[in-house]
């Protein structure tokens, strides 16, 4: 498989996504999506993932196939990590949707008031709404965005107003996320083999990843286009993003948020989008 036409900057991003996912979950959704490509794969073409989208899936599958044993020995732990670190994700996503909401609901209330240090806190508000409204894709950023909600709603001005709006709450998960989040990303990452033979497997898998994500965002406009809302489901990337009992929350939603594509990152990205070493 040649993948020395992706240019620098994009082979970062790949290497960096690739790493996120444990080998099973990577392949378990290649396997379901070139069999979804067998069937319904002509209905795509005309929507953005072509037969060349496929023919290079199914290159990078079999490549993935044929070196899996060399990272055998970690991939459990590494699956393991990397589904530990997607609950994480989510629920930091959950807790930012909330605070959101209560910052919202906050400036409602102020905007009813005068003086300047309620102009100030609307401010403040406004700016940290502005700043964290697209969910981040990485651990970091959306650590960094959950401390920035919990700051603002700490604030003298702010907190009063949403004491009995969930804003205590808010700032004591938001607190407890941002950690659990940066340790579910440490935890994620760890000591490299081969650095050459490694970084490419994590290359193989971030292709992976961008491909079978691309099929699912052809498959959703098609579905609508076509009239066959199954393509969404046959397409869907369950393996990367099993539901759970207590949430199945792929596409977060509220108060202005564009969340990244989970069963989307749509890179969340979604979701996530962990850095996790590759075995």
Known sequence: MDLTNIAPGRRTELISQGRRFGSELVLAQARKTLAALQTHGSKLVDFGFGS????????????????????????????????????????????????????????????????????????????????????????????NQLDELRLALGDATIAPIVASRGGP?????????????RAADKAIAGPRGTPEHTERLDLVDGVVLELVRSAREAAEVASKALGEPALVTVFSLSELYPATPATN???????????????????????????ASSC
């Open 169 to 181: 709450s808010a700032v004591t998960e938001l607190a407890e996320h941002a950690t659990l989040v």
């Open 249 to 275: 929350t792929n596409k977060p939603s509220g108060p202005g948020v564009t969340p990244p594509r989970n069963d989307p990152p749509h890179g969340g990205t979604p979701t996530p989008t962990p850095p």
């Open 52 to 143: 060349a989208d496929t023919t290079e899936l199914a290159a990078a599958y079999e490549e993935l196939v044929t070196s899996g044993g060399v990272r055998e020995g970690r991939r459990t732990t590494k699956k393991q990590n990397s589904l530990g670190y997607h609950r994480a994700f989510r629920d930091a996503l959950d807790i930012r949707l909330r605070a959101r909401a209560v910052l919202t609901s906050g400036r409602r209330a102020l905007a009813r008031t005068e003086g300047a240090d309620v102009e100030q806190a609307i401010r403040l508000i406004d700016s940290v709404l502005a700043r964290g409204s697209v969910a981040p894709q990485d651990a970091g950023p959306l650590a």
